[in-house]
């Protein structure tokens, strides 16, 4: 027992001093004002003492994409008593929190998966780094999945923080179907998820950026940025999509029920709606899932489970280091 404890002790300094760098790092990015944070740092320094919907509708048009009330109200409170930086460090501070606490609340080996994803995962430092808003939002749900008696609440605010948290209620709505047709066959079941990503897959490139316009209408110039983009998006779409499919051989071979039950109907939610929404970043929410599965798995001692650890700790890690070589001004 005494052996555990010192462990759990080491353990638990490690993952302070790894969050303490992640937060120095993702920090220097941010006073760098690194991609969205420009517009993020400019829409903080717009806040005067107008009307707070006057200030809203301002703040609005700086990060020009529009902005959920709750990330705006943060920035209105904090706005003459912090700096920008200074508010997005806590904010920062609130996110690793609730990583941490929904990952000791659901999984055994929670120090270790936490250590291991500040070590190598893309998407945390993304988090940490630039898209705020979102950050925010999913803070508040992964403390609404670990909360008892303000889940309502703590729901209503990741969505007003974000609306692509209402992915969640969608997702609550696919679990509802796929209850209705588990009674069908379990070929229904186990095929139908291939089936929807073939679908998508194929529907991508037949609808992409209306052919008619794109390639026939565009001066040559225009059509080779186009194809450029094109290959980029294209590229993550066949990654993701294969490595969906053997996720789906992997569970269906070591027969995984419960992660089955968890995985297919997430699966079609966040693929369909990020045809919709930026495609990369709602990806890499489910690879982050994916991985924090399969590695508890492994470290459960279950070996097999390397099979999707490996590839997704080497694909993050490559992500991570061109992430902060871009985002530190270090190319």
């Known amino acids: 027992m005494l052996i555990k404890s010192n462990y759990n002790f080491y353990l638990y300094m490690i993952a302070i001093v790894l969050s303490i760098g992640a937060l120095i790092i993702s920090n220097a990015i941010v006073i760098n004002d690194f991609d969205d944070n420009l517009y993020y740092h400019l829409a ?5 003492n107008m009307l707070i919907l006057e200030n809203y509708n301002q703040f609005k048009l700086d ?16 706005k003459d008593v912090i700096e920008f930086n200074s508010l997005i460090l806590i904010i920062n501070i609130f996110f690793l929190y609730s990583v941490f606490n929904v990952l000791k609340k659901f999984f055994k080996y929670y120090l270790l998966i936490y250590i291991i994803l500040l070590l190598s995962n893309n998407y945390i430092y993304v988090l940490l780094s630039d898209p705020h808003r979102v950050k925010l939002a999913i803070s508040f749900f992964l403390l609404y999945l670990v ?31 796929f209850d209705k047709i588990k009674d069908k066959g379990s070929f229904l079941l186990s095929n139908l998820q291939i089936f929807v990503l073939l679908c998508f897959f194929i529907l991508y490139y037949i609808t992409y950026d209306s052919f008619g316009y794109t390639y026939i209408y565009l001066p040559i110039y225009n059509k080779i940025v186009v194809y450029s983009d094109t290959f980029k998006i294209n590229l993550n779409t066949v990654v993701f999509t294969w490595f969906y499919i053997y996720y789906i051989c992997y569970i269906h071979y070591f027969k995984l029920n419960n992660t089955q039950k968890l995985f ?20 890499l929410l489910l690879l982050i899932l994916i991985f ?19 590839p997704l700790i080497i694909y993050n ?10 985002g530190l001004g270090l190319e």
């Open 147 to 177: 909360s008892v008696r303000y889940k309502s609440i703590l729901l209503i605010l990741s969505i007003l923080t974000h609306f692509q948290m209402l992915i969640f209620i969608v997702y609550k709505f696919m679990i509802l179907i």
């Open 292 to 310: 924090v599965i399969e590695l508890n798995r492994l470290f459960d001692g279950k070996r097999y489970a390397v099979l999707i650890v490996l």
């Open 264 to 283: 297919y109907p997430l699966l079609i939610v966040l693929f369909s709606i990020s045809f919709i929404l930026n495609f990369y970043r709602i990806q």
């Open 317 to 326: 890690f490559y992500n991570l280091v061109k992430f902060l070589i871009k």
């Open 44 to 48: 903080f320094n717009h806040i005067d």
């Open 63 to 78: 990060i020009g994409h529009g902005a959920e009330p709750i990330y705006f109200l943060f920035n209105y409170i904090f």
